[in-house]
C-alpha cells in the first residue's frame, strides 16, 4: 500500500501516484494512520445496483453517493460514500499509468465532491504566502501558463482541480502540469525526456519531483478566468484542416495590444457566482450525487473573501512568456484593465 | 411539449458548403415565427442552435473526463455514445453543427455522433468545385491543395495531436466519401440538400427544409426568414457585428460571395479533371458537373 496526502487527506492506494505529495507520516508511523480514502483495485461486476440520477450519461452511472466511470477501452472506476475509490482495468493492455490517470482526476474529484467539498477546475499557484487560482476548462493554457509562472518564483499547490474550504484555504492536491508538444517546444524543455501522459498522446507530464510544489493549505488571494482574445478565437482551431501547419497560436501576427496581459474584474456577483459554478469541477457530478445546493452556499461564500478576474493572455506560447515578466498576477490593478467587454468571449460551454 | 419529447437534429456537411447559412435561417425562422424580439440578428449572439458536435468541452461533460487524456483514436468510439443524453439538459439547443463524416475508420463501426433521441440529419452538400475555392479562402491556401484535400481519404479538422483545441478530430475522408457516409446510413432519418437548390430554389428547399425539422413552415414565414438571411444581408450584418466569431484568422470574411461557379471560373482544367475523376460517382448522383474531357 502506498500513503499520500492530498487535498487534506490522508490517501491509501495499491497503485502507486507520483502525482500526489507521499504521506511521510505514514512512511514513518506504519499501521496507526487511518487513511480517509482507500483506493484499490475491485471488480464492477461487485458493484450493487443503484437508482440512477437522471444526471447519468452512457459513461457515467450516478447517485447519491456513488459515481460510477466505465471508459470503455481503459476501465472502470467507482467512487462511493466520500471513502473508497475502486478501479479496474479494460483489459491487460492498460497500463498503471493509464488507470492514475484518471483515478487522480475524475475518481478522486467525484469522491471529493461527495464529501460536501468546493472543487473547482483550476490550477492554483503559490507565491509570497498567498493563492492564486487559475480557472479554465482543459486546453485553456492553464498549464502553460503555469509553467511560466514557476519559472518566476511560483510554487504549485494543485493542479487541474483545486479545493478551496471554509476558511478560503486551498489545498495541495494533485501536483502535475501536462503540457502538450507545442507548449513543450515552445517552452525550450527537452520533451524528449518528459514521461507521456498516456501513451499515444503527444503529451507530457511534470510531477512534484520536476517542479517546485508547495505543501502547505495556502490563503486564496485571487481567482482569475482564463480566456482567450477574441482574435485568438476567431483562429479557430476547430477548422484547421490535418494538413495544415500546426498553427500554434505562435504564428498570430504581431499586433501590439496582443502581446500584453490584459484583465477585467467581474462586478457582477451573479456573473462571479455563474463563473464559479461552470467551472465547478464536473458540474454533472455535483448535480448527479445532489451536491450542487452546497456548491452555490460555497461558492457564495467564497465570493465574500475573493474577487473574480478575468484574464486574457496574449496570443502565443513566447509572447505570453515575455509579456508575463512584467506582469505581478497578485496585483491584478496593475494588470492593463478593461470594462468587461460585452462580447467577451471566453473559452466556455 | 418538453424539450425531450423535442429530441435533436444535426447539420451535417463538408465545411464550406452552407451549413452556417441553414442555421442562420433556422435562428431566424424561430425568431419571426416566436415573433419576441423586433430585433435584427446578430451574428455573434443569436446564432445559438446548439453546440457542434465535436466540443471538447459538451464531451467532458458527456463522458466526466478530461478528453485531452484520451487519444483521437479513443475518443471516436465513445463520441456516438456520448451525446445519448445530452438533449435532457439542452433544451433550445436542438440543432447540432456536425463537420464529422458519420463513421471514422477508429470509431469501430459506429457513428461518431450519438443517434438516440435524435429525429434526424439535414446533409447539406455543395459543387466539390466551389468547396475548393471556398475553402481556399477560408484556410488561407492555395487551391492545388483544397483539391488534394477533398480527394483525400485521411482528410480530417483536428487541433493537431501536438495540442489540445476546443474541439477534437472530426475525420471526413474524401469528399464523396463524406457525402455518402451521410446520404447513404439508415440510422437516422435524412434529407439531402443540394446548396445550389438553397440559391436557385430558396423558398422551396427551404420549405422543405423547415417541414423535415418540424419548424413552423408556413411559406410566408419561410420566404421572410430567406429574405433576412440573404447572403447581401448576412455580409452587411458580419460588417455591423466586426467579424463573425467562425471566422478563422487570415480569413477576411466569413460570408464572402455564396455564388455557384467559382470554381469552374477559377480552377485549372487539370484541377477540374482531378476532382471529375476522383468524385465521379457521387458528383454524377447528385447533379454536378465537372470537367471530364479528355
Known amino acids: 500500500?502506498?500513503?499520500?496526502?492530498?487535498?487534506?487527506?490522508?490517501?491509501?492506494?495499491?497503485?502507486?501516484?507520483?502525482?500526489?505529495?507521499?504521506?511521510?507520516?505514514?512512511?514513518?508511523?506504519?499501521?496507526?494512520?487511518?487513511?480517509?480514502?482507500?483506493?484499490?483495485?475491485?471488480?464492477?461486476?461487485?458493484?450493487?445496483?443503484?437508482?440512477?440520477?437522471?444526471?447519468?450519461?452512457?459513461?457515467?452511472?450516478?447517485?447519491?453517493?456513488?459515481?460510477?466511470?466505465?471508459?470503455?477501452?481503459?476501465?472502470?472506476?467507482?467512487?462511493?460514500?466520500?471513502?473508497?475509490?475502486s478501479w479496474e482495468r479494460w483489459d491487460d493492455s492498460v497500463s498503471?499509468?493509464?488507470?492514475?490517470?484518471?483515478?487522480?482526476?475524475?475518481?478522486?474529484?467525484?469522491?471529493?465532491?461527495?464529501?460536501?467539498?468546493?472543487?473547482?477546475?483550476?490550477?492554483?499557484?503559490?507565491?509570497?504566502?498567498?493563492?492564486?487560482?487559475?480557472?479554465?476548462?482543459?486546453?485553456?493554457?492553464?498549464?502553460?501558463?503555469?509553467?511560466?509562472?514557476?519559472?518566476?518564483?511560483?510554487?504549485?499547490?494543485?493542479?487541474?482541480?483545486?479545493?478551496?474550504?471554509?476558511?478560503?484555504?486551498?489545498?495541495?492536491?494533485?501536483q502535475q502540469l501536462k503540457l502538450w508538444q507545442d507548449s513543450a517546444v515552445a517552452l525550450d524543455l527537452d520533451w524528449q525526456q518528459l514521461p507521456l501522459v498516456r501513451r499515444g498522446l503527444k503529451r507530457y507530464a511534470l510531477g512534484p519531483a520536476d517542479l517546485p510544489v508547495a505543501a502547505d493549505p495556502t490563503p486564496l488571494a485571487l481567482i482569475?478566468?482564463?480566456?482567450?482574445?477574441?482574435?485568438?478565437?476567431?483562429?479557430?482551431?476547430?477548422?484547421?484542416?490535418?494538413?495544415?501547419?500546426?498553427?500554434?497560436?505562435?504564428?498570430?501576427?504581431?499586433?501590439?495590444?496582443?502581446?500584453?496581459?490584459?484583465?477585467?474584474?467581474?462586478?457582477?456577483?451573479?456573473?462571479?457566482?455563474?463563473?464559479?459554478?461552470?467551472?465547478?469541477?464536473?458540474?454533472?457530478?455535483?448535480?448527479a450525487m445532489e451536491q450542487e445546493a452546497s456548491l452555490f452556499l460555497q461558492a457564495s461564500q467564497l465570493l465574500k473573501r475573493v474577487a473574480v478576474n478575468e484574464l486574457i493572455a496574449p496570443d502565443g506560447i513566447t509572447k505570453m512568456r515575455t509579456a508575463l515578466e512584467a506582469v505581478d498576477l497578485l496585483n491584478p490593478d496593475a494588470l492593463i484593465r478593461e470594462e468587461e467587454p460585452l462580447s467577451a468571449v471566453e473559452v466556455e460551454a | 411539449m418538453s424539450g425531450i419529447d423535442k429530441g435533436y437534429w444535426y447539420l451535417a456537411s463538408y465545411p464550406k458548403s452552407g451549413n452556417t447559412w441553414c442555421r442562420v435561417f433556422i435562428t431566424e425562422l424561430q425568431r419571426l415565427a416566436a415573433e419576441s424580439e423586433a430585433q435584427?440578428?446578430?451574428?455573434?449572439?443569436?446564432?445559438?442552435?446548439?453546440?457542434?458536435?465535436?466540443?471538447?468541452?459538451?464531451?467532458?461533460?458527456?463522458?466526466?473526463?478530461?478528453?485531452?487524456?484520451?487519444?483521437?483514436?479513443?475518443?471516436?468510439?465513445?463520441?456516438?455514445?456520448?451525446?445519448?443524453?445530452?438533449?435532457?439538459?439542452?433544451?433550445?439547443e436542438r440543432f447540432h453543427k456536425v463537420h464529422d463524416a458519420f463513421k471514422s475508420p477508429d470509431s469501430r463501426g459506429r457513428a461518431v455522433v450519438s443517434t438516440a433521441g435524435c429525429r434526424g440529419v439535414v446533409y447539406i452538400l455543395r459543387h466539390p468545385e466551389d468547396v475548393v475555392v471556398s475553402l481556399s479562402h477560408f484556410f488561407s491556401?492555395?487551391?492545388?491543395?483544397?483539391?488534394?484535400?477533398?480527394?483525400?481519404?485521411?482528410?480530417a479538422l483536428v487541433p493537431g495531436e501536438r495540442q489540445g483545441g476546443n474541439q477534437v478530430r472530426q475525420h471526413m475522408?474524401?469528399?464523396?466519401?463524406?457525402v455518402r457516409s451521410w446520404a447513404d446510413q439508415s440510422e437516422l432519418p435524412v434529407l439531402v440538400i443540394r446548396y445550389e437548390d438553397m440559391l436557385s430554389k430558396g423558398a422551396e428547399t427551404f420549405l422543405a427544409l423547415a417541414t423535415f425539422l418540424d419548424l413552423p413552415a408556413e411559406p410566408e414565414l419561410v420566404?421572410?426568414?430567406?429574405?433576412?438571411?440573404?447572403?447581401?444581408?448576412?455580409?452587411?450584418?458580419?460588417?455591423?457585428?466586426?467579424?463573425?466569431?467562425?471566422?478563422?484568422?487570415?480569413?477576411?470574411?466569413?460570408?464572402?460571395?455564396?455564388?455557384?461557379?467559382?470554381?469552374?471560373?477559377?480552377?485549372?482544367?487539370?484541377?477540374?479533371k482531378r476532382l471529375a475523376k476522383g468524385l465521379a460517382e457521387v458528383m454524377e448522383r447528385f447533379h454536378y458537373e465537372g470537367n471530364t474531357s479528355d
Open chain 2, 173 to 178: 475522408g474524401r469528399w464523396d466519401q463524406h
Open chain 1, 1 to 85: 500500500m502506498h500513503s499520500y496526502t492530498a487535498f487534506g487527506l490522508r490517501i491509501s492506494s495499491d497503485l502507486p501516484l507520483p502525482e500526489l505529495a507521499q504521506d511521510l507520516a505514514a512512511a514513518t508511523l506504519t499501521g496507526d494512520a487511518v487513511p480517509e480514502i482507500s483506493i484499490a483495485e475491485g471488480s464492477h461486476h461487485d458493484w450493487p445496483a443503484i437508482q440512477l440520477s437522471p444526471h447519468s450519461t452512457p459513461t457515467l452511472a450516478m447517485a447519491a453517493a456513488d459515481w460510477r466511470l466505465e471508459l470503455e477501452g481503459v476501465g472502470w472506476f467507482r467512487a462511493w460514500d466520500g471513502t473508497r475509490l
Open chain 2, 141 to 155: 491556401w492555395p487551391m492545388d491543395r483544397c483539391v488534394d484535400y477533398l480527394l483525400d481519404p485521411s482528410a
Open chain 1, 224 to 287: 482569475y478566468g482564463l480566456g482567450r482574445s477574441k482574435r485568438a478565437n476567431h483562429k479557430s482551431e476547430k477548422e484547421k484542416p490535418k494538413e495544415g501547419p500546426i498553427t500554434t497560436v505562435e504564428d498570430a501576427s504581431s499586433s501590439s495590444e496582443q502581446e500584453l496581459f490584459r484583465a477585467w474584474a467581474r462586478k457582477s456577483e451573479r456573473e462571479a457566482l455563474l463563473k464559479l459554478r461552470n467551472h465547478a469541477y464536473q458540474p454533472r457530478f455535483y448535480r
Open chain 2, 223 to 272: 420566404e421572410q426568414a430567406l429574405a433576412n438571411t440573404s447572403i447581401e444581408k448576412l455580409k452587411k450584418l458580419e460588417e455591423q457585428v466586426g467579424g463573425f466569431a467562425e471566422k478563422p484568422e487570415g480569413c477576411e470574411r466569413f460570408f464572402r460571395s455564396g455564388r455557384t461557379g467559382e470554381g469552374a471560373e477559377q480552377l485549372s482544367i487539370e484541377q477540374r
Open chain 1, 96 to 174: 498503471n499509468r493509464d488507470v492514475r490517470t484518471f483515478l487522480v482526476t475524475s475518481g478522486i474529484g467525484a469522491l471529493l465532491i461527495q464529501r460536501g467539498a468546493l472543487v473547482l477546475q483550476g490550477t492554483t499557484l503559490v507565491r509570497e504566502g498567498k493563492a492564486v487560482l487559475l480557472l479554465g476548462f482543459p486546453a485553456s493554457g492553464k498549464s502553460t501558463l503555469a509553467w511560466c509562472l514557476l519559472q518566476q518564483g511560483w510554487q504549485l499547490l494543485s493542479s487541474e482541480l483545486s479545493v478551496v474550504d471554509a476558511q478560503g484555504l486551498v489545498w495541495p492536491g494533485v
Open chain 2, 40 to 92: 435584427e440578428l446578430n451574428l455573434n449572439r443569436d446564432i445559438e442552435t446548439g453546440a457542434i458536435a465535436s466540443s471538447r468541452h459538451w464531451l467532458d461533460d458527456q463522458l466526466g473526463v478530461n478528453s485531452c487524456d484520451l487519444s483521437f483514436a479513443e475518443l471516436d468510439p465513445l463520441r456516438g455514445r456520448a451525446g445519448e443524453s445530452a438533449w435532457l439538459f439542452a433544451e433550445g
